[in-house]
């Protein structure tokens, strides 16, 4: 028998058609999900869950589960710079949950230390730093003044 195509459904080509709309940023599965009911679109929870755990054995996704309790992340891989070519760590703001990329020369530094100093190696896409963002430092300090 010959190697098989990959099967590709109506719903998957979709998905990934809206996944490159949105490439270099995270999205959830709800995300996804009103994406396409805004769209007119009807497609299952589950399938764009089987659909997307498919395009990460197929490379295509990359699938960050940030903490135990909140759900799990994707992000199109189509892009030159991700987090499978180069050392990319990831803020999550406490407030609103938003997930920022981290490309910095300095964290990376940090990372050749821990590894030169403390013969730890850290896996960078693992790697998260949390904290409040600079949007909800804003309006938290909008919100101050006003008072």
């Known amino acids: 028998m010959g190697s098989k ?4 459904t109506k719903q998957m080509a979709q998905l990934l058609s809206y996944l490159r709309t949105v490439e270099g ?12 009911k805004e769209q007119g ?14 395009m990460v054995e197929q490379g295509l996704v990359a699938k960050y589960n940030v903490d135990g309790t909140s759900s799990a992340c994707f992000e199109y891989l189509g892009a030159e710079e991700h987090c499978h070519k ?3 760590f990831h803020c999550k ?7 920022i990329h981290l490309h910095c020369e300095d964290v990376v530094k940090l990372e050749q230390h821990l590894m030169e100093s403390h013969g730890f190696q850290m896996d960078p896409c693992r790697t998260v730093f949390y904290g409040i963002c600079e949007d909800c430092r804003k309006s938290e300090a909008v919100h101050i003044k006003g008072k």
């Open 86 to 88: 180069t050392s990319c």
């Open 5 to 8: 195509a990959p099967y590709q």
């Open 25 to 36: 940023t995270h999205v959830t599965v709800a995300d996804v999900c009103l994406h396409f």
């Open 41 to 54: 679109i009807t497609i299952g929870t589950t399938t764009v869950y089987r659909n997307l755990e498919r």
């Open 93 to 99: 703001c406490e407030k609103c949950g938003k997930l």
